[in-house]
């Protein structure tokens, strides 16, 4: 699943395509995908993993899900959920989930909600954390509803980088650490971005995928844990588990 680093990157490569006209859209898609026909794309925007295609008075929002992805100005051999063309360029989704809306995308997003927006509210978070505090920080990092856009890579490494076991519960997490959770959570995400961009981002990843924590060089732990089950990596030597 594409975590919001991947997101902001097709927002950026999508955007000559910003104030064309859709002319023509097809797919397999279900949605009702004619009402995106003669509309002009105003702007594109990512909350989370979802990527916006906003155009005057309707926006189609895709989820790339597990194994969505996309082409610009190029075709995968399979048919798309959806294409959308332009005078002299087309953007294509495949494998991933669509939805049309019609209210405006700031009313149904909070944009204070996403690590990588400029609006992102650390406070916002923190207080939201506060009324989960049997609820372990893997599961934490990955509510999409605290931390919009945090996927599993960038709860792995934020855990590592800040020292923090993923079995710790939020309210046993000192005060500072929970602030430094927070603000990695955005940072690493940024770094991520960058990384990806040179595509360099798994030279740098430094326990996601791992058999060895480089800190310790000792072996690192692979579980699934939590009630979201996601495949965890970590050091239990350094990463405390606070109880
Ligand atoms: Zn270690």
């Known amino acids: 699943m594409p975590e919001e680093p991947s997101i902001v990157i097709l ?37 989370g993993k979802h990527f916006l295609v906003c155009c005057k008075g309707i926006t189609l929002r895709v989820h790339f899900m597990l194994f969505g992805s996309y082409r610009i100005n190029e075709r995968k051999a399979v048919p798309p ?26 009313e149904i997003y909070d944009w204070e909600t996403d ?7 650390a406070s916002k978070a923190k207080k939201k954390l506060k009324l989960i505090p049997h609820t372990i920080v893997a ?15 960038i709860k792995n ?13 939020i309210g046993e997490i000192p005060v500072k650490k929970l602030n430094e959770l927070i603000k990695e959570a955005r ?8 990384w990806k961009k040179a595509f360099v981002l798994k030279k740098h990843w430094c326990i996601h ?17 939590g009630r979201t089950n996601r495949r965890t990596l970590f050091c239990n030597n350094c990463q405390v588990l606070y109880e």
């Open 157 to 169: 490494e934020v855990l590592w980088r800040i020292k923090l076991h993923p079995k710790t519960q």
């Open 11 to 47: 927002k950026e490569e999508a955007l000559p395509l910003k104030g064309k006209e859709i002319i023509n859209v097809s797919g397999n898609s279900k949605i009702e995908y004619h009402q995106l026909q003669n509309k002009t794309i105003i702007d594109f925007k990512s909350w």
């Open 115 to 121: 690590v990588m927006n400029d609006a992102w509210d």
């Open 209 to 225: 995928t791992k058999k060895i924590c480089p800190r310790c060089n000792i072996p690192a732990q692979k579980e699934y844990v």
């Open 187 to 194: 940072n690493y995400s940024f770094d991520f971005l960058k």
């Open 139 to 153: 599961d934490a990092l990955l509510d999409q509803n605290i931390f919009a856009g945090v996927g599993n890579i």
């Open 81 to 106: 959920r959806l294409s959308l063309q332009f005078k002299d360029g087309e953007l294509n989704f495949y494998a991933c989930s669509v939805k049309l809306f019609h209210e405006d995308p700031d």
